[in-house]
């Protein structure tokens, strides 16, 4: 213990300790249906049954197993393990990150959409033309206002 204190380790072999008694405590779990405080304390290695029950209440606290402790008969009782698959959740949460997707895509090409060509090829006509003045700034006028109709047109749609 010293030499993992001096290395600066000890924290870390702590954490793997209880890793590893997580990780034990799940697969007992999982292979029965009901064990005996003790037998856990004896395949975990641990000092007491006592132990095992701490143990134990902590996983079911923390959520790593799905279980039920019986104090006064020194039991734990796992719950059956549901196929997460089975149901829609994964659909949901699909789905849910799809449309996320799609909203996103949807929003960048309304951001990148050009005027319509009649537009484009007026100014276009324009500006070959070289005409200045006030009835270019009428015709400007008049295409901006078209461009604005036609975007709250897109938004409500």
């Known amino acids: 213990k010293e030499m993992f204190r001096s290395d600066g380790n000890l924290s870390l072999v702590e954490r793997l300790g209880h890793n590893v008694l997580k990780t034990g405590l799940r697969k007992i779990s999982i292979s029965y249906s009901r064990i005996s405080l003790s037998d856990i304390a004896l395949k975990l ?3 007491s049954a006592t132990a095992a029950e701490y143990i134990c209440a902590k996983a079911i606290r923390d959520g790593v197993i799905e279980a039920k402790i019986d104090h006064e008969a020194g039991w734990l009782t796992s719950s059956e393990v549901q196929d997460l698959y089975c149901s829609e959740e994964p659909q949901k949460a699909f789905h ?3 449309a996320f997707c799609l909203d996103v895509h949807n929003e ?3 951001s990148m959409r050009y005027p319509p060509d009649e537009v484009y090829r007026k100014e276009l006509q ?3 033309a070289g005409k200045g003045g006030k009835k270019d700034d009428k015709a400007d006028e008049k295409t901006i206002e078209e461009l604005i109709k036609e975007m709250e047109d897109d938004l409500d749609e």
């Open 45 to 47: 290695h641990l000092p």
């Open 108 to 110: 960048a090409v309304k």
């Open 126 to 128: 324009n500006q070959a």
């Open 96 to 98: 849910k990150r799809i």
